[in-house]
């Protein structure tokens, strides 16, 4: 599809508060991420927004890779939030993914914890929360979001996971700039309603689809095996394991079984 990106196309009457009001795009960069966090330092405005056409060292999260070959989506948010509600950025990203495809494709999607976003079981989307915190300070937060928008099946097969692409999904080719258009505006709703436990929370858990299921979570060098049983306000997850214990997981890569 011959979307022309640019930050006047990706920005023209958005309408939003804070997320969006300053749109930065780049035709190739290393990673949005990156330049996000260089633009934090230089204490860029709030809710500034890059997009690139196409990331020659996109980073994952558990320090993998992430491609981006042009057709697909970088993009990366710059905030100054308050340290408590930084657990919730996870939330909020993978939620209004959702809320983006949705919209724009029709298609169903459902979030696997803590924030990989699928469509039948397959992963579309990547996100990466990196955050630069001193003490109670938190400097800035990037929220960076890589969706698969028109990868073919030979990108795709040379990734380690189940992935897949919204055109592979649609059968047609989708528009990157009516993707980012509604994910800028769906994250700009979510982000004025954000507080720890709140409704972000809620629908980010009732759209979990690891809840219930029987998991295998690698955290760091600890494999836990067991049930999902829920996630805390923080995003941890809570699987019960077959001794009966509660183990509660920070961060780690689940499979479902
Ligand atoms: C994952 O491992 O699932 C997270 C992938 C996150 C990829 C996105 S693409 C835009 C932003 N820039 C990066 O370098 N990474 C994130």
């Keep these: 599809m011959s979307d022309t990106l640019s930050a006047e196309s990706i920005s023209r009457g958005l309408g939003t508060r804070m997320i969006g009001r300053n749109v930065l795009y780049y035709s190739r960069v290393t990673s949005t991420n990156e330049t996000a966090k260089q633009e934090a330092g230089r204490g860029v405005r709030e809710g500034t927004v890059i997009v690139a056409g196409e990331q020659t060292a996109g980073r994952g999260r558990l320090k993998r890779t992430w491609l981006t ?12 939030p308050k340290k408590r509600v930084l657990p919730s950025l996870i939330m909020m990203a993978s939620l209004a993914v959702s809320h983006s495809i949705e ?51 030979d990108v795709l097969s040379g990734v380690q996971f189940a992935a897949t692409s919204l055109n592979l999904e649609a059968g047609k080719e989708v528009s990157c ?12 709703n979510l982000y004025s309603t954000i507080s720890p436990g709140g409704p972000v929370f809620s629908e980010w858990r009732n759209r979990l689809v690891t809840l219930r299921k029987k998991v295998r979570v690698t955290s760091g060098r600890e494999v836990f095996e067991g049930i999902a049983e829920s996630v805390d306000a923080d995003g941890s997850l809570l699987v019960r394991g077959t001794d009966g214990s509660l183990n509660r997981i920070i961060a780690g890569d689940v499979t479902l079984r």
């Design 69 to 80: 070959p042009a057709g697909n989506i970088a993009l990366s948010v710059v905030l100054y």
């Design 103 to 153: 919209t724009v494709t029709g298609l169903e999607t459902q979030i696997k914890w803590p924030n990989d976003v699928l469509i039948n079981g397959r992963k579309v989307c990547g996100i990466l929360v990196e955050s630069d915190v001193r003490d109670e300070k938190v400097n800035y937060a990037i929220i960076g979001i890589g969706i698969n928008v028109n990868a073919g099946k």
């Design 177 to 188: 700039l009516d993707v980012i258009r509604e994910l800028v505006k769906a994250l700009d």
